[in-house]
């Protein structure tokens, strides 16, 4: 880790106040932690647009299980794309709808792909992927 330095801002009082109310409910200790955590999410923003990039994330589906092979269809994509899916979670929500939860991990363009694939399988009812970091350049 590197060396701490400080450094002023200059804010509008209207948007510090707005960002100080933004601190507390959020419950920042400080301001420079919640700047710190701003600039951070920014970096990993910007990490996700590079597609030969290792990323990390989260896809989770929502489907109805009695759909014609649609069980069949999703475990044969994973199973297509195993070294990219770490582990999966699935959980019956009633008789009908199953929820999903795969953690996902590998370059940009192979996570967005799978993720993409498995969105869009025909009787996938909602799908939604978060993407992540892996935190290696984050300090």
């Known amino acids: 880790m590197g060396q701490t330095i400080r450094f002023g801002v200059s804010l509008d009082s209207d948007l510090l106040e707005k960002f100080d109310k933004l601190c507390e409910q959020r419950c920042y200790q400080t301001r420079s932690e919640a700047i710190r955590d701003l600039i951070r999410n920014t970096l990993v923003e910007e ?37 990219v899916i770490i582990t999966s979670l699935h959980v019956h929500l009633d008789h009908y709808n199953c929820l999903e939860v795969l953690l996902l991990k590998g370059d940009g363009n192979e996570v967005r792909t799978l993720a993409q694939k498995l969105v869009s399988t025909k009787g996938v009812k909602h799908g939604k992927l978060t993407l992540a970091t892996t935190g290696q350049d984050l300090v």
């Open 47 to 83: 990490e996700w647009k590079d597609d030969t990039r290792e990323i990390a994330g989260t896809l989770t589906l929502v489907y109805d299980h009695h759909k014609s092979d649609l069980s069949q269809k999703l475990v044969e994509i994973q199973h297509d794309h195993h070294d």
